[in-house]
């Protein structure tokens, strides 16, 4: 447990700086058809995502298009449940009764096989203190999936540190 003293903090206001902006209105057209065999695979408790066919390179959750040359990729591999913590960062949650600081774990995995990263959830049992960059993780499906990125319900570690902690006090 951490303890914060910082929670919430006033700043005092500086400058101000002021102007006008002139904004347009802007329609996203997101085709979702596209993504179907990736939401199908989901369901199915399986991953795939897009390889671009220009750089290689693949992304999960797929993109549309590829963040590396512009081009559009269009062809779908197969993933394991299995990834590594890219990078992590906490979620400080304020315990109302002790005023205590709780840090929770926010992970970006990249799944094996993928070359992108996407921001997700740790198992909650799992301390902060113990993720690390490279930590080895696998999915954690929903019992009943429903063909939507929430089917994995989060990511457990596989080199699980709240086991070794009880194989050690036993
Ligand atoms: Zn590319």
New binding site residues.
Partial sequence: MVRLEYIKKEYEKTRQMPGKWYLTSCRYKFNITRFQPFLSALKEKRLIGLK??????VSFPPKLV??????R?DQWVSLRETGIVATFTANYMKDETTGEANAFPVIAVRQDGADTTYLTQLNPKVKFEDVYVGMPVKIKWKDNTEGNLNDIDYYDCIDDPTQKMDSLTK
Avoid: A, D, F, V
């Fill in positions: 671009c066919r220009s750089c290689n390179t590829c963040g590396k040359c512009l081009t990729p």
